[in-house]
């Protein structure tokens, strides 16, 4: 099954220039710089909905933000606010927005000269929107393929940051593995090792012990990947082993499965028509999606500093 898609909403709270402003009132000219050339860095975060409690949980939202500044130092973008300003501001919108549902958080920032020329000058822009999200991909098993587009090089388009103009990347190795029957791809580097798949981290256990790609083998370093090792090394008591990956391991491997914000913890069941294990969830990508979503849900005290609390108004009839 295919990836879903969540649109926005034109009468929400959004932030951008600088104000509380509706999605509706924003209007950009198609001369804008980051339109033309990609020049631009976002962040996925998520916020989950407790019906029982009527709050939302964001998850790892300073770390987000960390990232995001980082990300736009590469394309000299000069964000006008602090970490602990942006994290206030995601706060107002959620409270002003008040979505009593599982919701995902959406900053840009990007170069929003009018002028037509490729560099990394002139005016940036911020902008920090709200899409409701529930499960991006199934969870209960993807099919994918090896892509045979490659994860572009850190020397060319750098994926430790999450650029706009990077994303093509991704969009071509989405269609062609859509186009052929599969749920996702998975990228190689340039060298022929496993990278990632098309916008989330891969791991794998084989003989025993879990398994990543390092951060040198042009992945984004994923703050939800951090959290699995985190889960699995204090949880599960199984170390997590980073080195580089071959192709066929995918193939011999126990279990495989996907993490990252959108994607959540994503098992495979089959990779290239080959069967992963027995085409079921394995008991490790299933103990670590329970306890992920317990922690992120705000229902493990062990690991509320995961999560920032929103109480939620209901909003008023009419």
Known sequence: MSRRAFAASDEEWTYHGGEFVKMSDIRLSPATHALNYGTGAFEGIRA?????????????????????????????????????????????????????????IRPL?????????????????????????????ELTGLRCCVSSWRRTP????????????????????VDEAQRAGYDDAIFLTQEGHVSE???????????????????????????????????????????????DVDRTELYAADEVFLTGTGFQIAPIIEVDGRPVGN?????????LQELYFKAARGENPDYAYWTVTVEVAEKAAG
């Not at 394309?75 to 107002?92: A, K, Q, S, Y």
């Open 48 to 104: 989950y909905w407790s019906e029982s409690r009527g709050t939302l949980q964001v998850l790892k939202m300073r770390e987000h933000y960390e990232r995001f500044e980082k990300s736009c130092r590469f394309l000299r973008i000069e964000l006008p606010h602090t970490i602990d300003e942006l994290c206030e501001i995601t706060l107002e919108i959620l409270r002003s927005n008040a979505p009593r549902e599982d919701t995902y």
């Open 109 to 137: 920032a990007y170069k929003s000269t009018t002028s037509v020329g490729v560099k990394l000058m002139g005016d940036d822009q911020l902008s920090i929107f709200t899409v409701p999200m529930g499960n991006y991909v």
């Open 154 to 173: 850190d020397c060319a388009i750098p994926a430790r940051g999450k650029l706009t103009g990077s994303y093509i990347n991704t969009a071509l190795a």
């Open 197 to 243: 798949a098309s916008a989330a981290n891969i791991f794998l256990m084989r003989k025993g012990g879990l398994v990543t790609p390092p951060v040198t083998a042009d992945i984004l370093e994923g703050i939800t990947r951090d959290a699995v090792i985190e889960l699995a090394e204090k949880e599960l008591g199984m170390p997590v082993i980073q080195r």
């Open 279 to 287: 085409r079921e969830i394995g008991s490790v990508a299933g103990r």
